[in-house]
């Protein structure tokens, strides 16, 4: 079982920055792949970002240049981070940290509110 912690949601203004991180309780062997989606009520969860356990990342088109994923790898506990920068109000949802492992589970964070004003 992989235990997720999410932090760093909150309301801020167009043009402002916010930085989201996700523990994951696991060994860095476990973790192949961490991703970021977000939901807006009413609309299907949508990819954000990915890394991988080389440090591969790879970005939806409506964030690139704004976001940065990036991920910590300790040895009982793996971080995720999405940086994001220049945020629009578009970017308003609930991020949703999701960590693959290499035996193919899926493990899900409860979400965080990410809330951009104009």
């Known amino acids: 079982q992989v235990q997720l912690v999410e932090s760093g949601g909150g309301l801020v203004k167009a043009g402002g920055s916010l930085r989201l991180s996700c523990a994951a309780s696991a060994s860095i062997f476990r973790i192949a792949v961490m991703r970021w989606h977000r939901q807006v009520p009413g609309n299907q969860r949508e990819l954000v970002a990915t890394v991988t356990n080389s440090g591969g990342t790879n970005y939806a088109d409506s964030v690139k240049g704004r976001f940065t994923i990036s991920r910590d790898n300790a040895e009982n506990t793996v971080t995720v981070y999405l940086q994001m920068n220049s945020l629009k109000p578009e970017d308003t949802g609930v991020y949703y940290c999701?960590?693959?492992?290499?035996?193919?589970?899926?493990?899900w964070g409860n979400g965080t509110l990410v809330a951009v004003s104009s």
């Open positions: 999701h960590v693959q492992t290499y035996e193919a589970r899926n493990y």
